[in-house]
């Protein structure tokens, strides 16, 4: 199948799944295995991280009166009530800080897990499961937290330690996670939302440049016995990771209203179930038809 093409496909993949609790990462693994894409490429291993910078800027151009207007009340605060550590900018950070430490010391079992379908495919299940029962929870008790100027240090911490799930077992869904460690915490559904897509912001960006200063930027290096090779880049290679983040940008700016409208309306229940189907699908029938 042409590059060029298959890149239009996973692009549409990456913008469709980014900001719902499904999974990014599973969604265009299964899509690249089916596609015979060799997983293992660091090529690929690559374009999969980048093309999610994509939908991010989606993100930051759809959500720019709000970053704008929570820079330019910093440190204060909008009401004069806030201080440097627990301001939205600060606490966003912080969640950062708390997700990509622990992700960094674990890289190799994230790399490993990356490579397993049945991996994805139980924390699909299992991220389904949790989702439906914390949102049927909450629904039922009055949360404390109904706007993120109202979020306090522990809860910011709270979730960014929980997003660190989304990054050792792909499958889970860093929206998922954080969506639900919001809920946990105290937050409203959209409370939780709003602050899941704020920290998704710095954390795929950093990913994103790790990612390429690692495979294509940084030198040869010995790293753990082994020897880094820089990834070659040909003018083929870039006009296809270039269309995967084109459309993955235009595809995440029509998603993410709409699934802020479904979930203010409706919950995360359809989420949960499609992810259970799919996890049960991927545990019968994918080793067939994806592989291990």
Known sequence: MNTYFLSVLLGIVEGLTEFLPVSSTAHLRIAEALLRIDMA????????IVIQLGAILALCLLFMGRIVEFIRTFPRGENGNKNILNHPVSLTLIAFAFTSGPALLLKKMISKNLESLHVMAMALLIGGIVMWLVDAWTVRRDAGTSDIEEMNLPQAIWIGLCQTLSAVFPGTSRSMSTIAAGQIAGLTRSTALEFSFLISIPTMIAATFYDLWKEVLHPAAPE?????????????????????????????LGVVEWFLQWVRKHGLVLFAIYRILLAILLLTLGSRFIGR
């Open 224 to 252: 753990a016995g082994e020897v880094l090779i820089p990834l070659v880049m040909n003018q083929e290679r870039w006009i296809v990771l270039a269309i995967g983040f084109v459309v993955s940008f235009i595809v995440a």
């Open 41 to 48: 490429d660091s090529y690929w291993k690559m374009y999969t």
